[in-house]
């Protein structure tokens, strides 16, 4: 399974992280264009995350689709801390 990752205005976010839920060591990054590659099978499902964004899961039900991603930012934003003295 490959695809790109992009945020909600369509720029490609490089660096997001990908895996696959319960299966543990497969996950990946997007690369500095936004495009992934995952081995995953049908029924599983896969976690998309970024700093500052929603996470997303999205269940495999086509082994062979390329997908496009859109992540929204996260209705918590940090605030800006400002540290003195």
């Known amino acids: 399974m490959e ?3 992009y945020d909600e205005t ?10 696959v839920k319960e299966k543990t060591g497969i996950g990946t ?7 992934f590659s995952i081995r995953a099978e049908y029924g599983d499902k896969i976690i998309f995350s970024f700093v500052g964004y ?7 039900i086509e082994e062979s689709k390329t997908l496009e991603i859109r992540m929204s930012v996260g ?6 801390v400002v540290v003195t003295g």
């Open 3 to 5: 695809g790109t990752v």
């Open 75 to 80: 209705a918590q934003q940090m605030e800006e």
């Open 54 to 60: 929603e996470n997303i899961e999205y269940l495999v």
């Open 10 to 19: 369509g720029v490609t976010l490089p660096g997001a992280t990908i895996f």
């Open 29 to 35: 990054t997007s690369d500095g264009m936004g495009k």
